[in-house]
């Protein structure tokens, strides 16, 4: 598949703790030449979070309600390309990540390719006994 521009989009509430790193990252791991848009909905927050956003480039939207659900719909009704790219306030991509994507667009069988998220609350083995 050749892949045309994409819009990346993120919903965000009080992320200015980890925003810095995932945006970093992202803007480490994607291609610019093929990011058409980068598109957050902010809920809410009480924090730095949309400067941060707006310090790196992208365009913030306040959530219209709040909750994850309706900020990333509202994300996504922003979207106006074929494909898009979500991505959680405290995601991070592997260096390798998005050479393993455009491959994958056209498989079926493939609806998600995830990062790795920050833990808020870790948990151990021990845990899990």
Partial sequence: MIVDKFDVVS???D???????TLL???TVLPSEF???KIAVDDHSRDDSVKILKDFGWDV???PNSGISSGANYALSKVD???FMSFEQDL???EDWWPRIPEMLDDDNIA???GVRFSTKPVTIRDLE
């Fill in 112 to 114: 998600v390719a995830s």
């Fill in 11 to 13: 919903w965000v509430k």
């Fill in 92 to 94: 991070l991509l592997s």
């Fill in 25 to 27: 990252n992202l803007e």
């Fill in 35 to 37: 990011v058409h848009r």
């Fill in 61 to 63: 939207y306040r959530n």
């Fill in 81 to 83: 390309c074929p494909f």
């Fill in 15 to 21: 992320g200015a703790w980890v925003l810095p790193a």
